[in-house]
Nanobody
Framework: QVQLVESGGGLVQPGGSLRLSCVAS????????MAWYRQVPGKQRELVAG???????NYADSVKGRFTLSRDNDKNTLFLQMNRLKPEGTAVYYC??????????WGQGTQVTVSS
């Protein structure tokens, strides 16, 4: 079973930047379209950005132009560079597959707090 471990979150002021990482334990990572999701308590988990196995990314309108998603298949790692963060970006961020049918076990996520 592939395990996902997210890291890189923290407290940042509005306008600041963070870079999230997600490391997958299995080599099959390279075959999956992957995504970052985020969740605020009491709300549904939402898709932030997704990337194909070949590296083509797309973004939710709310983060387009500010976030950059990338992957390193040799290191089984997914990245999310988040710039110009806004308070509404405060959430727990998770990585997983784009396709819910092939979803992997959810990791613990990484907390991002955007506050002055």
């Amino acid at each position: 079973q592939v395990q996902l471990v997210e890291s890189g979150g923290g407290l940042v002021q509005p306008g600041g930047s963070l870079r999230l990482s997600c490391v997958a334990s299995g080599s099959i990572f390279r075959f999956y379209a992957m995504a970052w999701y985020r969740q605020v308590p009491g709300k549904q988990r939402e898709l932030v950005a997704g990337i194909t196995s070949g590296g083509l990314a797309n973004y939710a309108d709310s983060v387009k132009g500010r976030f950059t998603l990338s992957r390193d298949n040799d290191k089984n790692t997914l990245f999310l560079q988040m710039n110009r963060l806004k308070p509404e970006g405060t959430a727990v961020y998770y990585c997983n597959t784009v396709n819910k049918v092939s979803a992997l076990s959810w990791g613990q996520g990484t907390q991002v707090t955007v506050s002055s």
